[in-house]
């Protein structure tokens, strides 16, 4: 019986061109003349940023101040709980087809959606029909921590990084003023601003991205974050995939809750 079984399994080359064959005898988006130049296995690095630490101040706080949170942000605090099974996601990554950007498993597709990150985010405050775009003349990185922290530009100037291309500031400065700043709703803000540039978009490890001050700046504005959260799942799958190699940059706890909501 085991024997039978294992007869059956197609490796992820068989899988995709019985994919591909299908696609496009059924007629879809695919270009004409497309030849895959998939790895038959990537090696997908899943780096995660140590979450210890707000977990730590998360359960410090008290009803209302975790109210305070949840009314403004949804119930993002669930995602540092969320084990990243480092195996499992080597293993999902694999069937991820960039043709198409959805997971295929044998004859079946399956990819996260708008709706459904919603859901697992459960936030009231998310309209799906605004989208996250950025403006044109966007307020500078230092301007948007001034605003969201209520520091002064000398002291967020103090603290700015460099890192490759775009500025940053570390967790550490975060988290100091997490802890001692005086008021309530600033310090649900920073903690906030830090769960989506260490978990949501871990783009630098061990900082937050001005990239991501830009999405986090415009949700007092009942924004959806969500579409902004599924281009960078995608496109992160998508580099990985092409090149055979690469660090997962999006949201890998969210994208492992959704899976785990289909089983």
């Known amino acids: 019986m085991g024997n039978e079984f294992l007869d059956r399994v197609e490796d992820n080359a068989a899988v995709r061109t019985w994919a591909e064959i299908t696609q496009r005898e059924k007629g879809d988006s695919l270009a004409e003349g497309y030849i895959s ?4 296995f990537t090696r997908v690095s899943v780096t995660q940023n140590n979450l210890q630490e707000l977990k730590e101040i998360w359960e410090q706080w008290n009803d209302e101040v975790r109210q305070l949170f949840y009314s403004n942000y949804g119930d993002l605090p669930y995602l540092l709980d969320m084990k990243v099974d480092k195996c499992l996601f080597r293993a999902l990554a694999q069937f991820w087809n960039p043709a198409y950007s959805c997971f295929t498993f044998g004859r079946v597709d399956l990819v996260p959606t708008i709706e459904k990150y919603t859901a697992l985010l459960r936030c009231s405050k998310i309209q799906v029909d605004k ?3 950025k403006a044109v003349n966007a307020p ?14 000398q002291w967020v100037t103090a603290r700015m990084k460099q890192k490759r291309d775009n500025k940053c500031i570390h967790w550490k400065n975060l988290k100091d003023l997490i802890l001692t700043h005086p008021d309530t709703k600033k310090k649900v803000d920073i903690f906030a601003l830090s769960i989506y540039g260490l978990v949501v978009f871990p783009r630098a490890l061990g900082h937050v991205d001005e990239a991501v001050t830009d999405l986090f700046d415009r949700l007092d504005k009942r924004v959806t974050p969500v ?3 599924l281009a960078e799942t995608f496109r992160s799958l998508n580099a990985c995939r092409r090149a055979g190699e690469g660090r997962f940059i999006g949201c890998a706890q969210l994208l492992l809750a959704w899976f785990h909501s289909h089983f």
């Open 131 to 133: 989208v996250y775009s």
């Open 37 to 40: 130049e998939l790895w038959d």
């Open 140 to 153: 500078t990185f230092l301007r948007r921590l001034v605003s969201i922290t209520g520091m002064s530009g």
């Open 227 to 229: 579409s902004a959260i």
